[in-house]
C-alpha cells in the first residue's frame, strides 16, 4: 500500500514539474500623474521643408524624478518627452483641443516616436516615455505610436490628458495640472547638429528648472509668459 501510494506522488510530482511555466511579464505604472514640466516654441523649425506650422516640445516628469548634476534623469518615475507637437502659425501656446499622434505636420499632430538614421548615425526622435524603475533591469523608453492628448485651460492652470499607444503595443494614459512655463527655444543654440540636439536641450532645462528638486513654486506663474535662454 505505502509503495503505491509513493508511486502515485512520484508520477504526480513528474507532471506537475512538466507543466509550461509563464513568463514573468513586468507591469508598468499606465496612468502616471506628472507633476513638473514644461513647453518650449521653437516656432516654424521645420519652415525649410515647406512646412508653415509652428512647433512647440512639452517634457512632464512624474514626482520622484529629477536630474542630476551630469544632466541624468534620477529617482524612479516617468519622464514624458513630446519633441514636435504642431500649432498653426499664429500659435505659440497650446491651443486647446484634442492632438493627434500621427505623422501629418498640421495643427494639432503630435509626430510619432522612432529611430532616425542620418548619416549612419541613429538618432531617436518624436514622442517617447521613458520609464525609470526600481530595477534598473526594466528602466527602459518606449516611443509613442498613437493616441491623443487633450488640452484645457482653467485661470493660469493647464490640463493635459494622455492616452497613448506605445511601440510594444501597450497603452498608457496619464495627466497633468498645473501651471506650464513656456519658454521661447528660437534663441537656444542648438549647435551644428540640430536634429536630435532637442532632448538634451531640454534635459539641461529640466536640469536648471528642476534639478535638486527644485519646488513647483520657483517656476513661472503665467502661462502666457515667455523666457527668452
Known amino acids: ?29 499606465t496612468d502616471p500623474v506628472y507633476t513638473r514640466g514644461y513647453a518650449d516654441f521653437w516656432g516654424n523649425y521645420y519652415g525649410e521643408y515647406g512646412i508653415s506650422e ?16 551630469t544632466s541624468n534623469l ?17 500659435d505659440t501656446l497650446l491651443p486647446e483641443g ?15 516616436g522612432e529611430i532616425l538614421e542620418i548619416d549612419g548615425q541613429k538618432l531617436e526622435v518624436g514622442a517617447f516615455v521613458y520609464f525609470l524603475e526600481k530595477n534598473p533591469m526594466f528602466t527602459i523608453m518606449k ?3 498613437e493616441g491623443t492628448m487633450k488640452v484645457a485651460y482653467s485661470g493660469n492652470n493647464t490640463r493635459l ?7 510594444d503595443k501597450t497603452t498608457i494614459k496619464g495627466r497633468f495640472e498645473g501651471q506650464l512655463p513656456y519658454f521661447d527655444a528660437r534663441y537656444f543654440n542648438l549647435g551644428d547638429a540640430a536634429v536630435g540636439s532637442r532632448y ?4 539641461k532645462t529640466i536640469m536648471a528648472l528642476f534639478g535638486n528638486n527644485t519646488p513647483i513654486s520657483r517656476l513661472p506663474a503665467k502661462r502666457s509668459s515667455f523666457v527668452r535662454f
Request: with cysteine.
Open 1 to 29: 500500500m505505502s509503495r503505491l501510494l509513493i508511486y502515485t506522488l512520484a508520477v504526480l510530482f513528474l507532471f506537475s514539474s512538466c507543466e509550461k511555466k509563464e513568463p514573468l511579464v513586468y507591469v508598468y505604472e
Open 54 to 69: 509652428n512647433v512647440l516640445s512639452l517634457s512632464l516628469l512624474t514626482k520622484e524624478l529629477s536630474v542630476d548634476s
Open 74 to 90: 534620477v529617482g524612479i518615475g516617468q519622464y514624458l518627452y513630446l519633441e514636435d507637437i504642431f500649432v498653426a502659425a499664429s
Open 98 to 112: 484634442t492632438y493627434t499622434v500621427s505623422k501629418n505636420s498640421a495643427p494639432f499632430n503630435i509626430a510619432p
Open 143 to 145: 516611443y509613442i505610436q
Open 161 to 167: 490628458d494622455f492616452d497613448f499607444t506605445l511601440d
Open 200 to 203: 538634451s536641450a531640454s534635459v
